[in-house]
């Protein structure tokens, strides 16, 4: 069964206990960090998991859109993430490595993230150290963009990589996920749907929820 992961990128940040509260129906809280350099937007950081954490028991998956994320994941970490992802764009080789050793050292869940220019291919040096492989299908850095079905392909090499590789590992897909987009990531492999602006701008979130695990 696929996992939906409600991004609070889309919540209202001044009632943000209450916006957890309205997604207690999905499996995951997906949460943005973006540090102004690695994209141009600046969201979240530390404080703010931390606040989450002791509001809520929701698994929290925290997508690190930061430049050099090896600087952050014991801060994120001891702030109480469970899984923490980091961009292969965002540093060299050696960089990647420390960060999810760092994850380890920690006990948390380890994400790689792709962005769309990304091939697929780049997953292969880490695919069996990671619990996640999340797959951009817009450009990270805002909620609300267009899906990229471009993205498509991609998403279903990924998936035999995974097969072939890690079967337990997550496949993610972040982006214009909505109830259109949602079966056609499912189809090509996906099994966590990140969704900001379909959970958040709908006046129901439980039937938005709903719709895209397809109910
Ligand atoms: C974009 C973020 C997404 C964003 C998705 O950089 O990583 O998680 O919140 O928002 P929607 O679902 O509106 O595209
Ligand atoms: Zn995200």
Redesign the pocket.
């Known amino acids: 069964m696929v996992k939906i992961a409600p ?1 609070i ?2 919540a209202d940040f001044a009632r943000l206990g209450q916006e957890v509260q309205r997604v207690e129906s999905a499996d995951w809280l ?1 949460v ?1 960090v ?1 540090d102004g350099m690695f ?1 141009s ?1 600046i969201s979240i950081g530390v404080p703010v998991v931390k606040s989450l954490r002791k509001v809520t028991d929701m698994f929290l998956d925290v ?1 690190l ?1 930061i430049e050099k994320p090896v600087r952050y994941i014991d801060a994120f970490a001891q702030a109480g993430a469970d899984l923490l992802s980091v961009h292969l764009e965002a540093d060299m080789p050696p960089g990647i490595r420390a960060a999810l050793e760092a994850m380890d050292r920690h006990g948390v869940k380890k994400g790689i993230v792709l962005r769309p220019i990304t091939a697929a291919e780049a997953v292969l040096p880490y695919i069996k150290d990671v619990d996640l492989i999340l797959v ?1 299908t ?8 267009k ?1 990229m079905a471009d993205q498509l392909p991609k998403i279903a090499a990924i998936r035999k990589y995974i097969q072939q590789y890690n079967p337990a590992c997550h496949l993610e897909v ?5 109830p259109v987009t949602a079966p056609q990531v499912i189809q090509a492999g996906a099994d966590v749907l ?6 958040y ?1 709908a006046p129901d979130a439980a039937a938005a929820i709903r719709a895209l695990r397809g109910q």
């Open positions: 991004s990128l889309s997906h943005d973006m994209v937007n997508h859109m951009m817009v450009e990270p850095g805002f909620g609300g963009q899906f972040d982006g214009g996920v909505d990140v969704a900001g602006s379909a959970v701008g």
